[in-house]
RNA sequence: GUGGGCGUAGCUCAACUGGUUAGAGCACUGGACUGUGGAUCCAGAGGUUGGGGGUUCGAGACCCCUCGCUCACCCCA
């Protein structure tokens, strides 16, 4: 084999035995999110790099560390997207959505770029669906949108998963806790590392999620946010509990859930399976009520979430489907002009219909369409094409009858 | 980004402590069977052992580099 042309790390081919999954998970995606009133929305898949900056936040590390950055022959600084709830932001900015009558309310499905090192459940393109809200303040949306990502789960038939839900607070009440972090992290000084040193300007949250083992656990010993919340927050929460109990979905409060993007407000919320491992978050999302307004547009609050495909993908079960065909095998150059013109119009009635043009024997042919898994076979030779009478064989019954082209039609249709 | 494991035919895997021409099953192509699938038997094709360098009389195996996969940590979807 001469050199091959390898695939760039952290990608892959999808193939089509395993795109019948992609297909299912996305028109179910579009039938239940639908349901609950969302639209679809495209974006451009990439974008100008300080949408990125500021949006996702610059003490991110998907910002720090993991964007595909590249200057266009103009000069620019663009980015393919690492996620996408900055684009639909500045989508709803420009275009005004706000202005109109519609509700803001959106589905997107589409790959991200992310430079992370690749393992199982992450990739540096993957795919994700997204929905977000937007101008729904009430912890009742923030419950809703709990409850659909389950409705979807469940009907994906995906059932062994946990709910993890937190709050981290507004701007009102984090600056207080983010002070007491400070505090905190200052008096164990002497544990931390550099990196963290510096964390306790930019943004001590950071700490918890340090690469370095002992900042993690000394930060054990920090305060929880949970703890600082302000009378709204603190109300939002045990409303948007409330709320999820009404729905009747169960959940786990986890007080340091969410950290690594800069933008959330108020409600977390991660489902998470067994199945995956160790990235086994299916889906993740929460409340950002200040980014609509940090961009320039109207002070309207969002929440939403995004679902890492490839590994829903990986826990939903699939049955493999398949719908009738038949096979045409012909032999010789007469009976191949009979079969070509007989499976236009086989296809034109709507039935998968597969005829291979290599010179086989009649046997192979037959070989063929059983190990495809054809329902039928129609086959053709010099006697078929001057009687205009051809063979049909039922491939799961082995019974084979003398059949004219009406008969042929007819039995198809019904089939 | 840090650490462990692994790369041999399309797929799953063999090949002893370094030793002839790198094997098997499945899959593929053909035949036994002149126009009839699934079973059986026979044959064929398929490899620069991920790539590069080194040690050696001799490397799939040992060493170094590199690429990729994988698992854990971390992050996230």
Same mark, same amino acid.
Not at 122 to 140: K, N, T
């Given at each position: 084999m001469?050199k091959?042309?390898?695939?760039?790390r952290g990608t892959k081919?999808i193939?089509?035995?395993e795109?019948?999954?992609w297909q299912?998970? =996305?028109?179910?995606?579009?039938?239940v999110f =639908?349901?609950?009133?969302?639209?679809?929305?495209?974006t451009?898949v990439f974008?100008a790099?300080?949408l990125f900056e500021?949006g996702?936040?610059?003490?991110s590390?998907?910002?720090i560390?993991?964007?595909y950055?590249f200057k266009?022959?103009a000069g620019r600084?663009?980015t393919?997207r690492?996620?996408?709830?900055p684009?639909?932001? %500045?989508s709803?900015?420009k275009?005004r959505?706000?202005?109109?009558p519609?509700p803001?309310r959106f589905y997107f499905i589409?790959?991200?770029?992310r430079?992370?090192?690749p393992q199982?459940g992450?990739?540096?393109?993957f795919?994700?669906?997204?929905i977000?809200?937007?101008?729904?303040?009430?912890?009742?949306?923030?419950?809703?949108i709990?409850e659909m990502?389950?409705?979807?789960?469940?009907?994906?038939r995906?059932?062994d998963?946990?709910?993890?839900?937190?709050?981290?607070g507004?701007?009102e009440?984090?600056p207080a806790?983010?002070?007491d972090l400070r505090?905190k992290?200052?008096e164990?000084?002497?544990?931390?590392c550099?990196?963290?040193?510096r964390?306790?300007?930019?943004n001590?949250? %950071?700490?918890?999620?340090?690469?370095?083992?002992?900042? %993690?656990e000394t930060?054990?010993a920090?305060?929880?946010?949970?703890?600082?919340?302000?009378?709204?927050?603190?109300?939002?929460?045990?409303k948007f509990?409330?709320?999820?109990?009404?729905?009747?979905?169960?959940?786990?409060?986890?007080p340091r859930?969410?950290?690594?993007?800069?933008?959330?407000t108020?409600t977390t919320f991660?489902?998470?399976?067994?199945k995956?491992?160790?990235?086994?978050?299916?889906l993740g999302?929460?409340?950002y009520?200040?980014?609509?307004k940090?961009?320039?547009?109207p002070?309207i609050?969002?929440t939403g979430?995004?679902m890492g495909?490839?590994?829903l993908?990986?826990v939903v079960?699939f049955?493999k489907e398949?719908g009738?065909f038949l096979y045409?095998?012909?032999?010789?150059?007469?009976?191949k %002009?009979?079969?070509m013109e007989?499976?236009?119009?086989i296809?034109?009635?709507?039935m998968?219909?597969?005829?291979?043009?290599?010179?086989k024997t009649?046997?192979?042919?037959?070989s063929?369409a059983?190990k495809l898994g054809?329902?039928w076979?129609l086959i053709?030779?010099?006697?078929e094409v001057?009687?205009?009478?051809y063979?049909?064989?039922?491939?799961q019954t082995?019974?084979?009858e003398?059949?004219?082209?009406?008969?042929i039609?007819d039995i198809?249709?019904?089939s």
């Amino acid at each position: 084999m001469k050199k091959q042309i390898p695939t760039i790390r952290g990608t892959k081919d999808i193939l089509p035995r395993e795109i019948r999954k992609w297909q299912r998970v =996305e028109s179910m995606a579009k039938k239940v999110f =639908e349901l609950y009133g969302y639209r679809e929305i495209r974006t451009p898949v990439f974008e100008a790099t300080e949408l990125f900056e500021k949006g996702t936040g610059e003490t991110s590390d998907i910002v720090i560390k993991e964007m595909y950055t590249f200057k266009d022959k103009a000069g620019r600084s663009l980015t393919l997207r690492p996620e996408y709830t900055p684009s639909v932001v %500045r989508s709803i900015i420009k275009n005004r959505l706000y202005l109109k009558p519609d509700p803001l309310r959106f589905y997107f499905i589409g790959p991200m770029f992310r430079y992370d090192k690749p393992q199982k459940g992450r990739y540096r393109q993957f795919h994700q669906i997204d929905i977000e809200v937007f101008r729904e303040g009430d912890p009742a949306i923030d419950a809703e949108i709990v409850e659909m990502a389950d409705y979807f789960l469940k009907k994906l038939r995906v059932y062994d998963t946990k709910t993890l839900v937190n709050s981290v607070g507004c701007k009102e009440c984090r600056p207080a806790y983010i002070k007491d972090l400070r505090k905190k992290a200052e008096e164990i000084k002497k544990d931390l590392c550099a990196d963290c040193l510096r964390k306790i300007k930019t943004n001590p949250l %950071r700490i918890f999620d340090c690469k370095v083992k002992s900042c %993690r656990e000394t930060a054990q010993a920090f305060p929880n946010i949970t703890d600082y919340l302000c009378q709204e927050c603190e109300e939002h929460f045990s409303k948007f509990c409330d709320y999820l109990g009404l729905y009747g979905i169960k959940y786990k409060v986890e007080p340091r859930l969410v950290r690594g993007i800069d933008y959330y407000t108020k409600t977390t919320f991660e489902i998470i399976s067994s199945k995956l491992g160790a990235q086994d978050a299916i889906l993740g999302g929460g409340r950002y009520d200040d980014m609509m307004k940090e961009f320039g547009g109207p002070d309207i609050c969002g929440t939403g979430f995004a679902m890492g495909m490839e590994r829903l993908i990986s826990v939903v079960p699939f049955e493999k489907e398949k719908g009738g065909f038949l096979y045409l095998a012909y032999l010789g150059e007469k009976a191949k %002009r009979a079969g070509m013109e007989l499976v236009q119009l086989i296809r034109r009635e709507g039935m998968e219909c597969l005829i291979e043009f290599k010179k086989k024997t009649l046997k192979s042919q037959m070989s063929r369409a059983n190990k495809l898994g054809a329902t039928w076979v129609l086959i053709i030779g010099d006697e078929e094409v001057k009687k205009g009478k051809y063979q049909l064989k039922n491939m799961q019954t082995g019974i084979q009858e003398e059949k004219d082209r009406e008969e042929i039609l007819d039995i198809i249709q019904k089939s």
